[in-house]
T-cell receptor
Framework: ETGVTQTPRHLVMGMTNKKSLKCEQH?????MYWYKQSAKKPLELMFV???????ENNSVPSRFSPECPNSSHLFLHLHTLQPEDSALYLC?????????????FGPGTRLTVL | GQNIDQPTEMTATEGAIVQINCTYQ??????LFWYQQHAGEAPTFLSY????GLEEKGRFSSFLSRSKGYSYLLLKELQMKDSASYLC???????????FGTGTLLAVQP
């Protein structure tokens, strides 16, 4: 596989469930990102990891918990979410952060919280 | 504060030319990106401008004026497959993060 992949592509969960989103990049990059894309809103940066270390947390609620075991894999653990958390969650990677390097995005996970 | 403005929707005809504008106000500037996003798919990189002027890449061109806080994406010889959302994003802020606009949904009609 090439580029940035995300699984699952679609997820429906109840407010009391616990689930995880997975992202994998095959580009040899050092930085990985989680973004949230809600309808009619700009992409919002959630977290940034560089060389497995979290370098940015954009005031994200603790019900979202990221994990980066290595530079190629990024997870977003979800628990006790709210209906307003329903959105498209996009993963991206770039060579480094901070830098002017282009970010390459995965296809996203469409999350619906009931 | 940080602000990026672009039109919400645009319509154009197949074979024509369309210009999508983006204005920005950000603290710090290290370049402007344009991405294309088809419905349900990943945003894909189109262009990066850091110096004033026009960058041409096939049917797509991107222009930047840093003094005016303004950019545009020019799409020539429009094709039906160009129907997508076009995202303007500025690399800026204290920690050099990408700040996105809400995107412009372009509909190309026959």
């Amino acid at each position: 596989e090439t580029g940035v992949t995300q699984t699952p592509r679609h997820l429906v969960m109840g407010m009391t469930n616990k689930k995880s989103l997975k992202c994998e990049q095959h580009l040899g990059h050092n930085a990985m990102y989680w973004y949230k894309q809600s309808a009619k809103k700009p992409l919002e940066l959630m977290f940034v990891y560089n060389f497995k270390e979290q370098t940015e947390n954009n005031s994200v609620p603790s019900r979202f918990s990221p994990e980066c075991p290595n530079s190629s894999h990024l997870f977003l653990h979800l628990h006790t979410l709210q209906p307003e958390d329903s959105a498209l969650y996009l993963c991206a990677s770039s060579q480094d952060f901070p830098s002017t390097d282009t970010q390459y995005f995965g296809p996203g996970t469409r999350l619906t919280v009931l | 504060g940080q602000n990026i403005d672009q039109p919400t929707e645009m319509t154009a005809t197949e074979g024509a030319i369309v210009q999508i504008n983006c204005t920005y106000q950000t603290s710090g500037f290290n370049g402007l990106f344009w991405y294309q996003q088809h419905a349900g798919e990943a945003p894909t990189f189109l262009s990066y401008n850091v110096l004033d002027g026009l960058e041409e890449k096939g049917r797509f061109s991107s222009f930047l004026s840093r003094s005016k806080g303004y950019s545009y994406l020019l799409l020539k010889e429009l094709q039906m497959k160009d129907s997508a959302s076009y995202l303007c994003a500025v690399l800026g802020g204290a920690t050099n993060k990408l700040i996105f606009g809400t995107g412009t949904l372009l509909a190309v009609q026959p």
